[in-house]
Structures are given as C-alpha cells and as structure tokens.
C-alpha cells in the first residue's frame, strides 16, 4: 500500500517536542525521517521520564520514543566544520529541513535559510521558536509549558472566577505548534510539487496557540471586557458542563448545544417541573438560570455512571460522553477499533504501546512501526551506504569525534 | 468588483493555487479548515442552506447578546469564500452540488453522519461516486460503527480524550477541582487544522496513486495524539515522582513545583521552567542569589521538587515585589524560559505580536468597535497567507457557479 508522503526525504534537526511530533507524521506517512542529532548534547527529551521500567537512560524514555518513530538517526558534532560539510551533503539530498532551535542556532551552524537555498534551491525549510525569527523577543528562550501562559490560553483557563490554571494537559502547546507547522510544511511541499520552488515555512508556537483563541478575541473586540476563566462552562449553551456522575473521581461531560437540544434532554432526564417553564425554552433563559440548572442535572448524573449517562443521552442525540482517565483511554474500544495504538518493538524497551494518529485512510491500513531510533544507530547506513562515503573515512571522521 | 478580482488573483498566486475544495461544515472544525486551505490559496466553496443554517453552524444559543460576536466569527471563518444554496431535496440544488464535487479536489464534511446519509453525501458513498476525490469527514469519534452517530461537542472531544484529566494536574482537592477544559474550543479547531493537514496528505497520496482517499478524522484520536506523555507514563512502567501532569490528579500539596510554575506576583501571575540546573541559577541571578536557595539540598531539581515546601515562601516573597514585564526580561536575559501571564488585552497589545503584526484590524464601524483577529498561524516566504473577513452571504455564488457549470438552478 503507497503511503502519501513516500519518497519525501527529510533532514530533521528539531528537539523536545514540538519540532519530532511533526517529524514523527512525516516518517508515519510514508516519508524517509533522518533525525541529527548528538552524543555529546543529546536531545533533552531523551533523558526525561517517563522512563521504561522507571530506569533513566538515553534509548528508555517514553516520551521520547513516542515522538520519534520511524525515523533513522545520525550524530553529528556541529561544531566541527567537517560536521556542517556532511550536513550539508545530507540535505542536499532531502526535500525537506526542519528545526526548532532557538533563534539562530542554525545560522551559526551555518545552514541557515541563507545557506541551503544556495546549496539546494527548491529545499522547504521550516524554522520555528518560540516566539518567531523576528521582533524584539526574537532570541528569547521558550518550552512549551511556560509559554502557554504568554499565548493568553493560560487567562481563560481555570475555575470560573479563578486564577489562571498552571498546567495545560497534552503538553499542549508543544503539540498544537507542531500541527501547525506541518500545515505550512505540507502546503509548501504542494506548491514545490507544482512549481518547483522551494521555501522557508516559519512559524512561532505562540502565534501557533494565540491563534485558536478566537471567541475570546472576539469577546474582548466587541465587548471591551477581558475575558477570565469559564472552567467548563460556555456563554451561549446551558447545560454545558462535566458533572460528577456514580462512581469514584466519575465525570460526565455534557453539552446541551440548541434549544432543540434542551427538549429533547428534558426527555432524558426528566428533571425538576420548574424545567418546563417557558422561559427556559431558549439558551438565554437557560443561561439565567444556570446553576440551579447544573444542579439538577448533578442530581440525574449522580445516579448514573458516566458511560450510562452519555449513553442515554447520545441516544437522543445529544453531545455528551466520559470524561475519561488516560487508562479508559488505552482501552476505549472504539480508538482501539480504528487502529490508533501504535506497537513498537524495541530492543532496549521491548514491545511498547504509543499515541497515533488522529485520522485513519485506507492506505494506512498495516501501517508500518519503526521503533525509535538508538543514538547514531543509522550513522553507517546513511554516511557510507547512502552517501557513498568511503570506509575509512567514516572511521577516520568517527575518531575525530566529527560522527558522534 | 475590483475587490473581489484583486482576492483571486492573489488566491492565483498561493501554495494552494489551483486547489478546489468544497465545505459542507457545521461547526468551528470544519470551518477552520476551510478557512485554512483558503488562506493559503485554495478556492474554497461553502454549501449552505440558508442564513439561519450558517448562525446555527457556528454559534448555539440564539443569545441576543453575542449575534454580533456571530457575526464576526463567521466574518474570521468563512472570508474569502464562495457560497452555494444547497437545499438536498431540490434536484437541480443536487445537480450542482455533483458538479461542483465532480471539479473538485477536496470535499470537507463536518455535519453529524445522518444528515449527510440522508442528503446523498454519506462519506463512503460520495468518495465512491468521485474517486478522485480526497474527502475528509470530521466526526467526534470517526465513521466506524459504534462511533458513527455520536454528536460531537468540542467539551465531549475533549473529556474522550482525557484532557480535562490532565487539566488542571495534580489538585488538592477532586471535588472541588472537577476535571478542566482549556479554554476557548481548542479542540474544534485543532480538529480543523489537524483536517487541513489530512487533507493535504491525501493529495500527495493522489498524486502518487492518481486515486482520491476517503480520510476518517476523529476528533477524539486527534486530541488523545496530543496526550503522549500521560499514554507513555501507563505504557512504560515509567513512576510518578516527577510526572508533572501526575497519574493520578490528587496531589496532597497541589503545588507548583521548581520544575514548572505559574507563580503570583506584584501584578498578575508568570510562569518559569527550571528543569535545568542552568535554569534554575539563571533564576537565582535574578532573584539576586538569595541565601535561602543556597542549602545543599537546593541544588538538584528532584530535591528542590521534593523540599519545594520550604522554598515557597521565599520564592514568593520576592515574586510578590516585582512586576511580571521586570521578572519576563530580566530572566530572559539568563536564558531561563520565563513568560508573563497574559490576559487576551495584554496579549493584543504586547510588543512582539505588534511588531510580527499577527493581530490584524476587523473594524466595526456600525458598533465603533475593533476586533482584533489573527492573521498568519504560519508563514510561507514566497506564497503568503490572504487574510480575508469578507465573508459572503449565504447563497451569493449560487447563479454565477451555476452558470460557470452548465446548471440550472431556480433564480
């Protein structure tokens, strides 16, 4: 089966997260993913935890390996001028480089945009920071988790009323930045297969974030008002809410989205007699009455398991379902169903289970799982074998610490 | 008419020039994904019913006091595209639907399954009647049965992928601090761009195999991807002492930690990461190498994680009498990855976006208001992104595609 990105040849010197969850899609889809890396400076996350079997190491991380598969890696020491030589010889036969160092890193490596359109003219490039290769905060220094309060997500999330909430779950700047870029780096590949022409695709994670923040936007424009935290609740749709449903830590997530919505889960739950008032008939009535509402909804989940009240109610065709722990997620059957586990075998961590992919075609059925790569672990097969570099010269540049 | 000449010659030249995609959406996700491909040079063409069908799509309610809200945010979804009345129980409505699907390279369905099944458009069905197709249907948990029907909600998405577990992380207390949503609805538009990028694959697929691909996102799938660090943390055995999202979400202190914190200050909140040893000095440089850091068991971030008790009320104290911009720059100037905490009003107005222009002007001349709307989420050198809120009114190109294809519909 033809996967779409096959014959995409990618040089990827991107680190953490952002940068490999985007690389990771390529390799998936079918693209040839040769990772750059270091011994002497090893990607961060390689040493974080989750650690397989709560040992640390540099081929045990979880986190790492879920980010990383399908791809082949190589080490490089960049601040050997031979280094930059062979990096440069790599790319030039790769469609794609991307990167997420700080600002200008790449430049001092000397394999900035300058430099490859130069070697390589229809290269697509895609660079990002934190905060984007221009403006006065250009250099500064970013991780996804501190970064997400800049981006205003931070304000609007947490207890209604409440302060700003310190943890966003899914590392999800770090991941929302990275579908961002392969958006501009997937248009730039159809532009490049019509055209010819490459180019630099850049982005910065904050803009990657701030720019899905559009209600509040819009709210802040219209209304003049600053926009706080809602927790779960909505300005225009009542109910809508997680309410605590049978069982221990149990939640159900329900969201009453029209006033068709509302007659029909009136059917469903039964509720109070006031909730056949005429004034509740629209969302602004409903909303009025908010927490009275909520609470009699408390009162019917609170019977019921989450799964039984979402059940329930999507049979009526209402929105609602299990706020699920991670573990009911590793069993859902339906994510099960479609293929979203991906098993990795892995010969330090062995057989291992990992996040997939959010859409699922026909070519990817069987979809093929490469374990993540050991450090340098493909240093022959793409210098001698696929670079036609002599033998001996690969030695000679490994004794000189160039391929490390 | 200038105007609208003007935008498609600049549509002529974008990455996706030539791009023909139809949108038959219900909601902010397949909206934005539209909106995505259109941005970026695709002619982008919207089936819809009516006005009312268009306000019921993206908004819910009626709430009288956010039709202006509406307004604008079908404005920033749907600029720059073409709109076609479509009515599934008109013949020549259909007539011109397959017409417009037969020149097409990409159909965006984001409706509930029985409504596209009862109009002809089932997925299965539409990608076998144009093979050349790349359809991409949006539901909340893909077309397989048992998930096929289910109604999508972006606080649903969101709850069946675990993310509110994880948000907040590690509270005092599970009743007072019910599971969380992110704000906004980032999941309908994560589920739009992660549509975009499906989309775009399917074309590189078509151009390898000359077939279209029926593509079946699942919100849930694309929001449980984003949920990696907490799967691995089950799948790998991998403990808990320095899992900062925590496997459980009780933590009987609920602290922030020296690892990652969102800390108070003299006006408002910022927030640090100091994994790094470096980090963490860097931090101290600029609280001024206080003697209270400077214990043995300080200098190591599981030990200051583990003791992080004892440095708080130092940490603050000091926190509490400098601004967030003085902590911002300051620590910025030691490399440590420090950010204010900014309001929606703090971030407009920040220098950076300001100087990267990424908020562009939406003026409301009737209301005397300006919205202040994003521009670019990526930069393409050579083939920028088109703004465009001029969204049009439903229906408006129905005659002139029409005729552009050889159909005839009712005036």
Redesign the interface.
């Known amino acids: 089966m033809t996967l779409p990105l096959e014959g995409i040849r990618v040089c990827d010197f991107s680190w953490v997260i952002a940068g490999p969850y985007a690389t990771q899609f390529l390799g998936l889809m079918g693209a040839e993913v040769i990772k750059v890396e270091s011994s002497m400076h090893t990607d961060i996350n390689r040493r974080l935890p989750p650690a397989a079997n709560a040992v640390l190491g540099p081929e045990r991380s979880g986190l790492w390996q879920g980010l990383n598969l399908n791809k082949k890696s190589v080490t490089l020491n960049m601040r050997e001028p031979q280094a930059r030589e062979l990096a440069l010889e790599l790319i030039k036969t790769c469609d794609i480089v991307i990167e997420n160092f700080s600002f200008g890193q790449m430049e001092k490596f000397g394999l900035g945009w300058d430099d490859l359109k130069q070697a390589k003219p229809d290269i697509i490039y895609v660079t990002s920071s934190g905060l984007g290769r221009t403006g006065p905060y250009r250099s500064y220094v970013t991780f996804g988790p501190p970064l997400t309060a800049y981006t205003g997500l931070a304000s609007i999330t947490g207890q209604p009323g409440g302060r700003p909430e310190r943890w966003v779950g899914g590392l999800w700047s770090d991941h929302q930045a990275a579908t961002t870029s392969l958006f501009g780096l997937l248009a730039a590949l159809e532009h490049r297969d019509r055209t010819g022409e490459g180019q630099m695709v850049e982005y910065s994670m904050c803009e990657a974030i701030s720019g899905q923040l559009i209600e509040p936007l819009i709210e802040y424009g219209v209304t003049g008002e600053v926009p706080g935290p809602r927790g779960n609740l909505d300005p225009s749709m009542c109910p809508h809410n997680i309410y605590r449903a049978k069982g221990d830590d149990a939640w159900v997530a329900i969201a009453v989205q029209d006033d068709a919505d509302w007659r029909r889960f009136r059917e469903v739950v039964g509720g109070p007699e006031w909730w056949a008032d005429s004034s509740l008939d629209t969302a602004a009535g409903r909303l009025a009455r908010r927490a009275e509402i909520d609470a009699a909804v408390t009162e019917w989940t609170l019977r019921r398991t989450p799964q039984e009240a979402a059940a329930a109610l999507q049979a009526a065709n209402i929105a609602a379902g299990n706020v699920m722990t991670v573990e009911e997620v590793l069993a859902d059957p339906v994510l099960r169903e479609r293929g979203f586990w991906l098993e990795q075998d892995h010969p330090e961590v062995g057989r291992r289970t990992l996040a997939g992919i959010g859409w699922d075609m026909p070519a990817m059925e069987n979809l093929p799982v490469q374990h993540a790569p050991l450090l340098g672990e493909h240093n022959w097969e793409v210098f001698v074998e696929q670079l036609g570099m002599d033998p001996e010269r690969f030695g000679e540049l490994v004794a000189a610490n160039v391929i490390v | 008419m200038k105007a609208v000449n003007d935008e498609r010659n600049e549509q002529a030249t974008g990455?996706?020039a030539?791009?023909r995609v139809v949108e038959w959406s219900a909601g902010r996700p397949g909206g934005y994904m539209g909106k995505?491909l259109r941005g970026?040079g695709a002619e982008v063409v919207l089936l819809e019913h009516s006005a009312a069908d268009r306000v019921?799509a993206i908004?819910?309610?009626?709430?009288?006091?956010?039709a202006?809200?509406t307004e604008?945010?079908a404005r920033?979804l749907h600029g720059g595209k073409r709109s076609v009345r479509f009515d599934a129980a008109e013949p020549a409505s259909v007539a011109l639907r397959e017409a417009l699907l037969r020149r097409a390279d990409i159909l965006v369905l984001e409706r509930?399954v029985r409504e596209l099944e009862a109009a002809g458009m089932g997925p299965e069905d539409v990608a076998a009647r144009h093979p050349h197709l790349v359809v991409?249907a949006i539901t909340?948990?893909?077309l397989?049965p048992?998930?096929r029907y289910?109604?999508?909600?972006?606080?649903?998405?969101?709850?069946?992928?675990?993310?509110?577990?994880?948000?907040?992380?590690?509270v005092p207390n599970?009743?007072e601090?019910?599971?969380?949503?992110?704000?906004?609805?980032?999941a309908d538009?994560?589920?739009g761009?992660?549509?975009?990028?499906?989309a775009?694959?399917?074309?590189?697929?078509r151009?390898?195999?000359g077939q279209g691909?029926?593509?079946?996102?699942?919100?849930?799938?694309?929001?449980?991807?984003?949920?990696?660090?907490?799967?691995?943390?089950?799948?790998?055995?991998?403990?808990d002492?320095?899992?900062?999202?925590g496997?459980t979400?009780?933590s009987p202190t609920g602290k922030?930690s020296t690892v990652?914190?969102?800390v108070?200050c003299r006006d408002g909140?910022?927030?640090?990461?100091a994994?790094?040893q470096y980090q963490w000095d860097g931090l101290m440089r600029v609280m001024g190498d206080p003697d209270w850091a400077k214990g043995e068991r300080f200098q190591d971030p599981i030990e200051r994680f583990l003791y992080w008790d004892e440095l708080e009320p130092h940490f603050i104290a000091w926190c509490m009498e400098h601004d967030k911009a003085e902590i911002f720059h300051a620590a910025?100037a030691e490399?440590?990855?420090?950010?204010?905490?900014?309001?929606?009003?703090?971030?407009?107005q920040d220098?950076?976006?300001r100087?990267?222009a990424?908020?562009v002007d939406?003026p409301?001349r009737e209301?005397g208001?300006?919205?202040?709307?994003?521009n670019?989420?990526?930069?393409?050198?050579?083939?920028p992104w088109r703004p465009s809120f001029d969204a049009p009114e439903p229906g408006a190109d129905t005659a002139a595609l029409a005729r552009e294809l050889g159909v005839e519909v009712k005036a």
């Open positions: 990455a996706l030539g791009t995505l970026l019921h908004d819910a309610g009626p709430v009288p006091q956010s202006l809200q604008v945010r920033f509930p991409v909340l948990a893909g397989r048992g998930a289910l109604r999508a909600a972006d606080l649903v998405v969101q709850a069946m992928a675990a993310l509110p577990r994880g948000t907040p992380a590690r599970l009743e601090h019910p599971p969380l949503k992110p704000g906004g609805y980032q538009y994560t589920s761009l992660a549509g975009a990028n499906a775009l694959l399917g074309l590189q697929l151009r390898r195999t691909q029926l593509i079946d996102l699942s919100q849930q799938a694309v929001i449980a991807s984003f949920m990696r660090m907490d799967i691995a943390y089950r799948t790998y055995d991998g403990g002492g320095a899992n900062i999202a496997q979400r009780l922030f990652w914190g969102l108070p909140y910022f927030a640090f990461q994994s790094e910025q490399h440590v990855p420090v950010f204010p905490c900014y309001t929606i009003e703090e971030l407009v220098e950076q976006q100087a990267r990424f908020f939406l409301l209301h208001a300006v919205v202040k709307l994003p670019a989420v990526v930069h393409l050198e050579t083939t």
